[in-house]
């Protein structure tokens, strides 16, 4: 009997300034697939790129490589929408010397194929390109170079950039100082529409993270996290494993990030 992959979620999320509510479908990815998904990085730094790209394939997503030098490059998964505005979604699949780099950040690199599968049955304003960075650690280097290589026009198209940073630690939270104001809102009005507390904590002072590259060009940001003062000492350490995400909370924040990206699809013009 072939497994089930999916299940179809609706949620009325309270559009903001209205008295009606705006019906949500995703098809989320069940708890076993996400959490396969999240397992399939347990590999050395150098197959990490391909386990990124078998699992946008596996979701059904042709990949694009964008080459950042000899060894590796961003992998790309693009969900064409009926316009060409566009919201980028992203996290990195390089980690530091210390550690299996599970948190930082196959925890958000391993969700993307999740959320392409979520959304991508039912039309969609916007196209939403799912990026998952190479070079983080080395000095936001994927980032940039995807960056780089936009043409004004495009990046004057994107609406938004999500950055999915060490998720599953604690429950999730929101970088809210470096947050667009308004992409900050949209979120928490999704997380009270399906009852997840979103905290806010701000890691200004802990490092940077691939929101740089965009909020320099621009472009409006929001990095979504776990992490707290008491965990950040299990970045770039022999803590940074698998053990340490808390899958309860991972699923949480994958729900949640499902249904915000639909959510901007209707409220972002």
């Known amino acids: 009997m072939a497994r089930r992959i999916i299940q179809t979620a609706v949620v009325a999320a309270l559009l903001a300034g209205s008295c009606f509510a705006e019906k949500l479908e995703v098809d989320l990815a069940v708890e076993a697939v996400v959490k396969d998904r999240l397992e399939s990085g347990a590999v050395g730094a150098r197959q990490r790129q391909g386990a990124i790209r078998s699992l946008f394939s596996d979701a059904g997503c042709s990949v694009e490589e964008q080459r950042i030098d000899k060894t590796t490059a961003n992998v790309i998964c693009t969900l064409p929408g009926q316009t060409d505005s566009t919201i980028v979604v992203g996290g990195h699949f390089d980690f530091a010397d210390h550690g299996k780099g599970m948190v930082d950040d196959w925890s958000g690199a391993s969700l993307l194929p999740s959320l392409y599968q979520a959304l991508k049955s039912r039309p969609r304003k916007h196209t939403y390109v799912f990026v998952a960075f190479t070079g983080e650690e080395q000095g936001l280097v994927g980032s940039s170079k995807y960056v780089k290589n936009l043409t004004s026009e495009q990046k004057a198209l994107i609406h938004a950039f999500i950055n999915l940073e060490c998720l599953g630690v604690t429950p999730v939270k929101v970088w809210a100082s470096r947050a667009s104001p308004v992409l900050l809102a949209r979120l928490s009005e999704v997380a009270s529409a399906i009852d997840v507390t979103l905290q806010g904590v701000n890691v200004d ?65």
């Open 205 to 269: 002072q802990v490092g940077d993270d691939d929101t740089h590259p965009f909020l320099s060009a621009h472009i409006p940001v929001i990095t979504i996290h776990s992490l707290t003062q008491e965990t950040w000492g299990i970045l770039h350490s022999d803590r940074d494993r698998v053990e340490a995400i808390h899958f309860d909370d991972y699923y949480t924040a994958y729900k949640l990030t499902a249904y915000y990206l639909a959510y901007l699809d209707v409220k972002t013009e």
